[in-house]
């Protein structure tokens, strides 16, 4: 009698212990901060997170044929269905999802795009989400420094920033696009000869 009392009493606390999950089910994605996607909805995008505008977190698809994210700026894309949902673990969690992407010109296109959707919400060190919520279901990340390892640094010298040439911008962006295809690649959104068609195609360029 007692172990079971023990027991009512315990399963409510592992309950809540229990780390929070996303999850896909009948045809709704359900994040860990409680947003849901689901078909027919309208998601805003933001900007992109990377340091040339561009999306880290939502990605053309490989049957698209383009991998430039720059243009999804401040568009909308309405849900039309989602497939292929993936969690490998908390770094590693995406769907693909079939959308009406709306531009900001006003341009329309169906479009096919894997969203890495816990990182896409989350806002890293007050950096603003690709993908926007509601502000009770942003993530809210932070890296963490030990004070004790942090020292001032000495000033350091003022230098004139020279911008780069175009042939060194040029590569710097297939560089970037090279990177983005081999995430789709580890993602499982591309296989391997996708991901190396693609990137002799830009190294070609």
């Not at 079971?4 to 212990?17: V, Y």
Request: overall charge positive; hydrophobic content about 35%; charged content about 25%.
């Amino acid at each position: 009698m007692k172990k079971l009392l023990f027991s009512l009493l315990l399963c409510p606390l592992l309950s809540i212990a229990q780390p929070a999950t996303s999850n896909f089910e009948k045809d709704t994605l359900y994040t860990t901060s409680g947003y849901k996607i689901y078909k027919g909805q309208i998601l805003h995008l933001g900007t992109g997170s990377s340091a040339g505008g561009y999306f880290r977190y939502i990605k053309f698809h490989s049957s698209m044929g383009k991998n430039s994210t720059y243009t999804l700026q401040n568009s909308t894309i309405q849900v039309i269905r989602m497939k292929n949902y993936r969690n490998a673990g908390a770094d590693d969690q995406n769907i693909r999802i079939t959308g009406m992407i709306t531009y900001t010109d006003g341009k329309k296109e169906e479009a096919e795009l894997i969203l890495e959707f816990e990182n896409a919400i989350a806002s890293l060190s007050g950096q603003s989400p690709e993908l926007i919520v509601p502000a009770e279901f942003k993530i809210k990340r932070t890296i963490a420094v030990s004070e004790e390892t942090v020292k001032p640094a000495p000033p350091a010298p003022v230098e004139v920033q020279k911008q780069p040439a175009p042939d060194e911008l040029k590569r710097m962006l297939v560089a970037d696009e090279i990177k983005k295809l081999f995430d789709l690649y580890k993602a499982g959104a591309l296989t391997k000869e996708e991901y190396e068609k693609q990137k002799k195609k830009l190294l070609e360029q």
